[in-house]
């Protein structure tokens, strides 16, 4: 067996090496009441087991099609602006979605990183995030107070695309050290089929049961990254058994928690995987995204009436907030068409694989660290 990686506090603040598997692989009480979008208890149980389940025909196609269409026009947005500042010189507009963002993203690399960086929730991502269904689905696994986590993400996996390839992760390694003792349970909804031909889901059977986040590398190119020795040495899977590809047709939703290590295949295809993760948690306990922003209330027993104030959530925007930080930490100016996709999680982990995102988030430092190495050199 291969040695496990080293563990070096200073190189890898977000690694505790504590262990807190109550969250994750402990049922909560289930409703009495029978409501529409309720998963079997065994499907329940399987999540706790395993840490995901896959819960095939959730949404059907007229439920999803509003989304599909908000994804149509948010790429009609983004290529009205590529073409009013002269990046592109074709709008694309006689493609459907999948082949307009492909055709964006070819004449003007980062097309699709503006899709990724979207920091407000559209009509229709809104109304999905609190659709009763799928609220009804996320209380049997987080309990009936129910809060909308800060973090969510569109998914548009373009095909040879390493911007939209994302290596083993736990979601909690990109989140604070709150969040490792707190179960975040995501919902990711498919809008077109997922398939091991268009990058679909793997995930790591059984891997949340400790309740630890392992060590994480920075970055395969912004994304973090498990080393296989490092799920086998530290969490005791097994690849060949325990490695689990999760096709899953358009409407099928994958439920899993924030400490279940996952990762997309490469989108081998000619067309884009669309996708979605929406994050769900008990609001009364730590939001987990280093005090940056917050969640809000989607349900709670106590307030029955309760509208969620999705002004607050959107005008948090925590793209916008990370680009302040990284603006601060660099002193360049960054705008909507800026290349980069940073984050906090890039102070937890080592930078192993220097990246533009890495070099970006960590420039006033690099100049600091040159500097100080001219000066002694002088000396």
């Keep these: ?34 409501k529409p979008g309720q998963l079997p208890l065994e499907k329940v149980q399987e999540y706790f087991d395993q840490g995901f389940t896959v819960v095939e025909g959730f949404f059907t196609e007229e439920e999803i099609e ?21 990046k592109v010189k074709n709008l694309y507009s006689e493609c459907n979605m999948s082949e307009r963002l492909i055709r964006l993203e070819k004449e003007w690399p980062g097309a699709v990183l503006m899709l990724l960086k979207l920091g407000k929730l559209t009509p229709e991502f809104e109304a999905m995030y609190q659709n009763e269904k799928l609220l009804n689905a996320i209380e049997q696994l987080v309990g009936p107070e129910i809060g909308a986590s800060p973090v969510w993400n569109t998914r548009p996996k373009t095909p040879s695309h390493k911007e939209t390839d994302v290596p083993w992760h736990q979601d909690s390694a990109y989140f604070d050290l709150e969040s490792y003792k707190s179960l975040i349970a995501t919902a990711w909804i498919a809008f077109v089929d997922a398939t091991e031909e268009n990058g679909c889901m793997q995930f790591v059977r059984g891997g949340q049961r400790k309740g630890m986040v392992v060590v994480h590398e920075c970055c395969d190119n912004f994304y973090l990254m498990i080393k296989e020795d ?10 060949e058994k325990d490695f689990i590809t999760c096709p899953v047709k358009a409407g099928g ?24 993760d929406l994050r769900y948690q008990d609001p009364n306990r730590p939001w987990g995204f280093y005090g940056m922003s917050k969640g809000i209330l989607l349900r709670s027993p106590a307030k029955p ?21 990284v603006e601060k930490k660099s002193g360049d100016h960054l705008d909507e068409f800026s290349p980069f996709l940073t ?37």
């Excluded at 490092?230 to 690849?239: K, Q, Y």
């Excluded at 999705?310 to 907030?321: I, L, P, V």
């Design 1 to 34: 067996m291969a040695e496990t990686i080293e563990q070096d506090a200073t190189k890898y603040p977000g690694f505790t090496g504590e262990c807190h598997p109550g969250p994750f692989t402990t049922m909560p009480a289930q409703p009495t009441e029978k």
């Design 66 to 86: 509003p989304c599909r269409q908000s994804f149509a026009r948010l790429i009609d947005n983004i290529a009205q602006k590529l073409y009013d500042t002269g």
């Design 230 to 239: 490092e799920l086998v040495n530290r969490l005791g899977v097994d690849p």
């Design 253 to 276: 939703v994958i439920f899993f928690s924030n400490m279940v290590p996952h990762r997309s295949i490469q989108n081998r295809s000619d067309h884009i995987r669309f996708a979605m």
């Design 305 to 325: 009436d309760n509208i969620p104030d999705w002004d607050f959530y959107g005008n948090q925007d925590r793209y916008s907030k990370i680009d302040k930080l």
């Design 343 to 379: 984050g906090p999680h890039m102070d937890a982990w080592k930078v192993a694989v220097p990246s533009i995102h890495t070099e970006q988030f960590f420039k006033e430092q690099r100049e600091k660290e040159k500097q100080q190495q001219q000066e002694q050199q002088q000396q």
